[in-house]
Each structure stands twice: as structure tokens, then as C-alpha cells.
């Protein structure tokens, strides 16, 4: 596609559920990123795949976080045992190379009830 | 790491007028430099951007400026209208190979 498609745009999952998000990069770029934005707060770094190389996994904040990237193309960021503090917009993006600017998604808006 | 300081967090104009937003990096290794823009609701999008092989870049009404010896880049926005009204996010790439963001600063153009 043209940009990068995320999904679902909106998530609403009882507290200790387990969540999966997708995102579709635009094609023939090597670089994901996966961010988290709290509402009215910064991009929070959560994990970075590049080609076929091992992931970045500096940034998830627990072990509840995982992410994986299948073929090089889609990813999926699963959230275990979701907490109340999980709620955010959790943004992909994908860039031709590292160092390009990135493509956002538009976002999964998840809320933990 | 790598540490970006945006300053300030909040900035109102008047239409018309212009508006700076400073960034600060850490790592002087860095070497690409992005602005991205966030309206209400929206994804951040690139706006802008420098390299540190240049100390400016203009495009239309908006500009960026490097320098890398004081490790500080800013972005400025001339003739500023309503619709530049958003969260403006400066960035910093190095060799960790992922862009590290500032704290955002929430642009607000009063007609």
C-alpha cells in the first residue's frame, strides 16, 4: 500500500487480556519501529526490527511486551495480562533506511477497562 | 543514549507572527535530524528535516537550522496561520540507529 496501515484503529480489552496490533510497513522498506504515545505525552521507543537482523528490544517496558516481524514485511506487537497503564496510541512506523525519516501509521488506540 | 530536550513545551503566537522551537541532542555522533508535525488525532508526519553535513534548510515558510558544535538545532516557522497549529516533535538519529524524539511542543496560532 502507500503508507503504513496499522490495526486495529481502536482497542477496548478488559484488563488481563492479551492483545495483538498489526502493522503493515510501506513496501520495500527495511526499517519498523514501534512507539507508544500516552495521551498529550512524547513518542516512548518500544522496539526496532531492521532487515533480518536481530531486534532492538531496549525499549519495551516489561515482559509482558513482545513483537515480531514476519518475512521481513508485517509486524505484530502483542501485549500480555494488559494493565490500565497499557492505554496509548501505539504507533508503527517504517523508514527505506535506518536513517530516513520514519512513516507513521495512524495508530492503534488501545484502552484497558 | 542518545537525550533530546525540546524546548518550550508550550508556545502561543499570534497569526502572522513567527514561532522558534529549540532542540537540544546529547550525542554528538548524531547526524540526521527530523521535525515532525502531530495534529490533534493524527499521525506525526515529516515536515522537515537536516543533515549535519548542512546548517540550513528552508522550505516555504518553514526553516531548520544546526549547530553542531553547541549540539543544538531549531525550527522556525514564519508568517504563522491557524493551521500550523499542532504538536511539533523535533528528533535525533545516531548510531543506535533509531530516532530518539523530544517532549513535543503544542503550537497554538491565535487568528
Known amino acids: 500500500g502507500a503508507g503504513v496501515s496499522q490495526s486495529p484503529s481502536n482497542k477496548v480489552t478488559e484488563k488481563g487480556k492479551d492483545v495483538e496490533l498489526r502493522c503493515d510497513p510501506i513496501s520495500g522498506h527495511t526499517a519498523l519501529y514501534w512507539y507508544r504515545q500516552s495521551l498529550g505525552q512524547g513518542l516512548e521507543f518500544l522496539i526496532y526490527?531492521?532487515?533480518?537482523?536481530?531486534?532492538?528490544k531496549s525499549g519495551l517496558p516489561s515482559d509482558r511486551f513482545s513483537a515480531e516481524r514476519t518475512g521481513g514485511s508485517v509486524s505484530t506487537l502483542t501485549i500480555q495480562r494488559t494493565q490500565q497503564e497499557d492505554s496509548a496510541v501505539y504507533l508503527c512506523?517504517?523508514?527505506?533506511?535506518?536513517?530516513?525519516?520514519?512513516?507513521f501509521g495512524s495508530g492503534t488506540r488501545l484502552t484497558v477497562v | 543514549g542518545e537525550n533530546v530536550e525540546q524546548h518550550p513545551s508550550t508556545l502561543s503566537v499570534q497569526e502572522g507572527d513567527s514561532a522558534v522551537i529549540k532542540c537540544t541532542y546529547s550525542d554528538s555522533a548524531s547526524n540526521y535530524f527530523p521535525w515532525y508535525k502531530q495534529e490533534l488525532g493524527k499521525r506525526p508526519q515529516l515536515i522537515i528535516d537536516?543533515?549535519?553535513?548542512?546548517g540550513e534548510k528552508k522550505d516555504q515558510r518553514i526553516a531548520v537550522t544546526l549547530n553542531k558544535t553547541a549540539k543544538h538545532f531549531s525550527l522556525h516557522i514564519t508568517e504563522t496561520q491557524p493551521e500550523d497549529s499542532a504538536v511539533y516533535f523535533c528528533?535525533?538519529?545516531?548510531?543506535?540507529?533509531?530516532?530518539?524524539f523530544g517532549g513535543g511542543t503544542r503550537l497554538m496560532v491565535k487568528p
Open positions: 537536516i543533515r549535519s553535513n548542512v
Open positions: 526490527f531492521q532487515g533480518n537482523s536481530a531486534p532492538d
Open positions: 528528533a535525533s538519529y545516531n548510531a543506535g540507529n533509531m530516532l530518539t
Open positions: 512506523a517504517s523508514s527505506l533506511q535506518e536513517w530516513y525519516g520514519y512513516t
